[in-house]
């Protein structure tokens, strides 16, 4: 098919020659090549302000992020080239995993920007993020039946990103017969998630390695999970040997979920769940005089834009100083931020700085990231969003 050009302003190919898929709109000759000119989702030749071929994108001309590179060649994003980018995906994960239970697909960083697809053995959830990915909507489902013959497909488009992409919002079956409550396999823990419902895709995959570490951690010990959503943390804890799990949370469903997962895992005797905001829970477990173990601290972004840093920073301060509050000496924190916007010595400096105000010693044992289903370009900060710690505090 014949595409339109998109002119960069000289200079502006560095990043992308570097690496990086995005254009943004103050990146692009606007004199030559108007944004207005171009449909939302539409597929053009990305040039150099001389015209050299930089490769193809899909562009959205009322996003900050006007353009995404789909190939640095003359191949556009059809259904050959979708089918190639899932079977190179789905052959990663194969390599990294025993059982299909994973994130398949994580948009820039499998070089199908936009495109996020979480697989649960026979079922996938799937988001499309972005004005390029919605015009081939057609073409992903074809790949995804295709390359993993699932049983159903549910298409959860109902993430604020898209409305940021000019999109609607809303949840669909777009294959088979989806089921509202799905089975995964996690570290050896078997637990339920929402396939419909519940946040992002349903579950958080991202975290895997990191719950891991309770393995050491839980064993005879009291474990307190501070939005603990389904109970990721809490429940693991639990068949790791904790003698007692706590999940706080502010959904009554999320909690409810939490519960199954207990109970399917033969753990619900250990197991309580504690409804409301995790700031006024933990500030009421204190006043109580209940400390703890091992502590979990896992609040989803504070920080979702660069102008809300000031105070989402505070939150982080805020939520960890009051976990720390409830440890015992010598307990565990893990604390954990999925906000792009905080950097890791950030959120290592709100350990150091809790742990200075309460003359406490805080040791840094473990530091962790997104699992490896979750791969990070390395030419896209971005990509690398999730940071964990897990600390020993102890008497100064």
């Given amino acids: 098919m014949e595409l339109q050009s998109l002119r960069l302003k000289r ?3 560095r990043r992308l020659l570097g ?17 207005h000119m171009y449909r939302a989702g539409e597929q053009v030749r990305v040039e150099t302000h001389n015209g050299k071929l930089l490769g193809i994108a899909y562009v ?29 995906a789905l052959k990663l994960r194969t390599q990294l995993f025993d059982e299909p239970y994973y994130r398949l697909v994580f948009g ?7 495109l996020v697809v979480d697989r649960f053995g026979p079922h996938l959830s799937v988001q499309l993020n972005s004005a390029g990915m919605e015009a081939v909507r057609d073409e992903v489902l074809y ?39 799905v089975e995964l396999l996690e570290n050896g823990v078997i637990m339920l998630a929402p396939l419909h419902e519940g946040q992002k ?23 307190l999970d501070v939005f603990s959503y389904v109970g990721g943390f809490a429940i693991q804890a639990a068949v790791y040997g904790a003698r007692e799990v706590v999940a706080v949370d502010a959904s009554r469903p999320a909690l ?36 703890f173990d091992v502590v979990v601290v896992d609040p989803p972004a504070f920080i979702k834009r660069k102008k809300d840093h000031k105070e989402g920073l505070k939150a982080y301060h805020r939520i960890n100083d009051l976990a720390m ?27 150091r700085s809790a742990g200075q105000r309460q003359g406490k010693h805080v040791q840094i044992l473990m530091e962790g990231m997104q699992g490896p289903d979750h791969p990070v370009h390395p030419a896209i900060p971005e990509t690398r969003y999730l940071k964990a710690f897990l600390a020993r505090i102890s008497k100064g």
């Fill in 11 to 13: 200079h502006e190919e």
């Fill in 19 to 35: 690496g990086h898929l995005w254009i943004y709109s103050n990146e692009v000759n606007t004199q030559e090549t108007p944004l």
């Fill in 60 to 88: 959205n001309p009322q996003s900050l992020i006007c353009a995404r590179l789909v190939s640095r060649g003359e191949d556009v994003l059809d259904r050959t080239l979708v089918v190639h980018r899932l079977q190179q």
């Fill in 108 to 114: 820039e960083s499998d070089l199908l920007p936009g």
């Fill in 143 to 181: 790949a995804l039946k295709k390359v993993i013959t699932p049983q159903s497909i549910v298409l959860r488009n109902d993430s604020s990103i898209r409305v940021l992409e000019g999109l609607p919002q809303g949840v669909e079956v777009a294959w088979g017969e989806a089921p509202k409550v």
């Fill in 201 to 223: 895709t349903g579950w958080f995959y991202d975290q895997r390695p990191n719950r891991a570490w309770l393995r050491l951690f839980a064993p005879g010990k009291r474990v």
């Fill in 256 to 291: 409810e979920m939490a519960e199954k997962n207990a109970e399917r895992n033969g753990v619900g005797k250990v197991f309580s769940g504690i409804e409301g905001d995790a700031f006024a829970v933990l500030k009421g477990l204190k006043a109580d005089g209940e400390h």
């Fill in 325 to 351: 509050q409830l440890l015992h000496p010598d307990g565990i924190l893990l604390a954990a931020s999925c906000s792009m916007h905080l950097g890791r010595e950030e959120l290592m400096d709100v350990l």
